[in-house]
T-cell receptor, first 113, second 114 residues
């Protein structure tokens, strides 16, 4: 019940295309859903986050879509660029507690020039 | 402002030995978190320290332990190393623990157990 399932495991997208990464969760008590971006040799960095009171959040080319009834959320990267090539992790936690974040297994994204 | 720093960057040990990993949080951050990132398994929560106390731990055996010092830096100790302990160990810090605060990650320590 604590799991966050992420797919696909790897993704190749042409430059300028849309990259879509999906995540699903089971615990309805989760109320904070961040996405992290990790470049090789670096630690993950917070990219964008959403709370379940909204269905979509957009920051530049990055958009989170949230479907509370389906317990699913996804990351869309518009106009994907080679610099977006990284591993992306979705996560879920409780807003009231920063102590524990449950991470998905990660998606390795490669943008072909 | 300096980010989260970790040392060493790489560590090679043999099975049965002990490993000590160190983390310095961002200045002003009081909470430190440790994660294990094994290949293909994402990030697994290990430990959370705040104000010098262990506040929570993940589903790991007791041979994974640590502490937080008065300057909020932290140390992760792994005793009786096993081959499957080979992973990237990430430290993160945040401003406080009560309300959701962004966790900032360090570059990690890559531990290899032979």
């Amino acid at each position: 019940q604590q799991q966050v399932k992420q797919s696909p495991q790897s993704l190749i997208v042409q430059k300028g295309g849309i990259s879509i990464i999906n995540c699903a969760y089971e615990n309805t008590a989760f109320d904070y859903f961040p996405w992290y971006q990790q470049f090789p040799g670096k630690g993950p960095a917070l990219l964008i986050a959403i709370r379940p009171d909204v269905s979509e959040k957009k920051e530049g080319r990055f958009t989170i879509s949230f479907n509370k009834s389906a317990k699913q959320f996804s990351l869309h990267i518009m106009d994907s660029q080679p610099g977006d090539s990284a591993t992306y992790f979705c996560a879920a936690s409780w807003y009231s507690s920063a102590s524990k974040i449950i991470f998905g297994s990660g998606t390795r994204l490669s943008i072909r020039p | 402002e300096a980010g989260v720093t970790q040392s060493p960057t790489h560590l090679i040990k043999t099975r049965g030995q002990q490993a000590t990993l160190r983390c310095s949080p961002i200045s002003g951050h009081t909470s430190v978190y440790w994660y294990q990132q094994a290949l293909g398994l994402g990030l697994q929560f290990l430990l959370w320290y705040d104000e010098g106390e262990e506040r929570n731990r993940g589903n790991f055996p007791p041979r994974f332990s640590g502490r937080q010092f008065p300057n909020y830096s932290s140390e992760l100790n792994v005793n009786a190393l096993e081959l499957e302990d080979s992973a990237l160990y990430l430290c993160a810090s945040s401003l406080s623990s009560g309300v959701q605060e962004t966790q900032y990650f360090g570059p990690g320590t890559r531990l290899l157990v032979l």
